[in-house]
């Protein structure tokens, strides 16, 4: 069974940064695409950041330049470093893989972002 356990999420200024964690069991983490995807209340969830098997990278439009994905095969944990944050980055961020067209998701992380 795959599993997906988020981490560091919180409350923090406009301006400031957080780093966000996924780390993931029960699959073989390092020939897989990992995606992070946020919520924002009332809105749909939106792909924020994917990263390939490759290391390669790509971001949507409001968050380029500011967040930054990454991955380390060798402790199964993807990262979202997000920094400059603004009101409206304030979502619970997911993790998410795709792995035989079954998505998997994680239980989410609150990032609220002050003005």
């Known amino acids: 069974q795959v599993q997906l356990v988020e981490s560091g999420g919180g409350l923090v200024q406009a301006g400031g940064s957080l780093r966000l964690s996924c780390v993931v069991s029960g699959s073989v983490f390092s020939i897989y695409a990992m995606n992070w995807y946020r919520q924002a209340p009332g809105k749909q969830r939106e792909l924020v950041a994917v990263i390939t098997r490759g290391g390669n990278t790509n971001y949507a439009d409001s968050v380029k330049g500011r967040f930054t994905i990454s991955r380390d095969n060798a402790k199964r944990t993807v990262y979202l470093q997000m920094n400059s944050l603004k009101p409206e980055d304030t979502a619970v961020y997911y993790c998410?893989?795709?792995?035989?067209?079954?998505?998997?998701w994680g239980q989410g992380t609150q990032v609220t972002v002050s003005s």
């Open positions: 998410n893989v795709q792995i035989w067209n079954v998505d998997y």
